[in-house]
């Protein structure tokens, strides 16, 4: 089991930045991919990034975030950040971190078992 727990949520103006965590517990951390996924109301859950489980290893955005987000990870915090650069009003969703054991993440949220609570971004223009 791993439990998982986002912060860093908010509001900000457009343009602006903000920084998501996501603090693991329970077993390894550095053996499981990470995903950065996000809903907003109405719409359907999407992969916005993802990291392989090693520092430095193979990443993914998707082509509405590439260029201004960033995930990483911190194995020796148990730590993934999304750092969120040039916020858009079409950013503002419910923000999930989410775990798949294994060395490779996966682009579907069926793949993850593990998920947190979830921390909303609010993006004003």
């Known amino acids: 089991q791993v439990q998982l727990v986002e912060s860093g949520g908010g509001l900000v103006q457009a343009g602006g930045s903000l920084r998501l965590s996501c603090a693991a517990s329970?077993?390894?951390?550095?053996?499981?991919?990470m995903g950065w996924f996000r809903q907003a109301p109405g719409k359907e859950r999407d992969l916005v990034a993802a990291?392989?489980?090693?520092?430095?290893?193979?990443?993914y955005y998707a082509d509405s975030v590439k260029g201004r987000f960033t995930i990483s990870r911190d194995n020796a915090k148990n730590t993934v950040y999304l750092q969120m650069n040039t916020l858009k009003p079409e950013d503002t969703a419910v923000y999930y971190c989410?775990?798949?054991?294994?060395?490779?993440?996966?682009?579907?949220?069926?793949?993850?078992?593990?998920w947190g609570q979830g921390t909303q971004v609010t993006v004003s223009s």
């Open positions: 990291i392989s489980w090693t520092s430095g290893a193979s990443t």
């Open positions: 329970g077993r390894t951390f550095s053996y499981y991919a």
């Open positions: 989410a775990a798949r054991p294994g060395a490779r993440y996966d682009y579907t949220q069926q793949a993850y078992p593990y």
